[in-house]
């Protein structure tokens, strides 16, 4: 029995080792790579240049035109989201009968295991061509079209957790506003969302983690021409649309060209990785208050 302990202690601790080993693994490659791309191409221009020509004769290394449209792309997902996601969340969790949330909930996860090439796909066949009717203007590939879609993707991801941390709100505070003469409407806009916004806070910043690593949507249906804009209605491209690119093969391995994907992976990195630091530390303190 002794021996039996020790060995399952020994493969959890194996599971947890392993997962600690395979992020210092992905840090240490990119940061590597890295180094030698800063040693040819200074890191102010990295972040101040305004064009991002790598694969071009006339070669600018400035990773803003990705950045805006990663942050144009991932903006428009959370502004479709946010509000979808949170009034399911509290129909679900307020006013739905219960054996209809216990069928719709799982449904609506659904849309989380949708391959999000289908989702790409999905974007530049219809709904690029439904918004086309009403924006003559609109460019076929474009950032709305493939923000709107994304949205759709991470609806599940910011419901199911806001409903989570709804129905983790103590019923004494759904009773004590009652008991003061609010209405149902009253309660969960003005006691429990309030109640419940860490835990809300906390699927926003996971769902823009999300957002902002998503790939295959915006290299199908958003266009592979890097622009410093925010112009919705034409075409961008992301970070992770620009490492697609340089990694189908036709650049050169140990070109600087080829190394521009691990400054950009690494940018990424950084900027996922303080939007899940700052999730847990909310999560954190919203947990301790009602423990």
């Not at 066949?125 to 923000?147: R, Y």
Request: net charge neutral; charged share 10%.
């Amino acid at each position: 029995m002794r021996f039996r302990e020790k060995l399952i202690e020994f493969l959890l601790l194996s599971c947890g080792l392993l997962t600690v080993l395979t992020t210092i693994g992905i840090i240490w490659v990119l940061a590597v790579q890295a180094v030698e791309f800063f040693r040819v191409v200074y890191i102010w221009d990295f972040f101040t240049d305004t064009q991002w020509t790598p694969l071009f004769s006339d070669k600018h290394f400035g990773i803003l035109p990705l950045l805006s449209g990663t942050l144009l792309t991932t903006l428009i997902a959370v502004a479709v989201a946010l509000p979808l996601g949170l009034v399911i969340a509290i129909y679900l969790n307020e006013y739905a009968p219960k054996g209809f949330r216990t069928t719709v909930k799982p449904m609506l996860e659904i849309l989380a295991a949708i391959p999000t090439v289908v989702y790409g796909y999905f974007a530049l066949m219809t709904v690029t061509p439904f918004l086309q009717q009403f924006i003559p203007g609109m460019a076929g590939f474009n950032a709305l079209s493939a923000g709107i879609v994304m949205g759709i993707m991470i609806i599940p991801l910011i419901s199911s957790l806001s409903e989570d941390a709804l129905y983790a709100v103590p019923k004494s505070l759904r009773e004590a506003s009652y008991g003061m003469g609010a209405t149902k409407l009253q309660t969960v806009f003005r006691v429990l969302v309030p109640a419940a916004s860490s835990g809300i806070i906390v699927s926003v910043i996971l769902a823009i983690s999300r957002a902002v690593g998503e790939t295959m949507i915006v290299a199908v249906a958003a266009g592979m021409q890097p622009r410093l804009t925010f112009n919705p209605l034409v075409p961008i491209e992301t970070i992770t649309t620009f490492i697609v690119q340089v990694s189908l093969g036709d650049v050169a391995h140990g070109t600087i060209e080829f190394k521009t994907i691990f400054a950009a992976g690494i940018t990424l990195f950084a900027f996922t990785f303080i939007l899940n630091n700052i999730s847990f530390i909310i999560k954190k303190r919203y947990q301790e208050h009602y423990e």
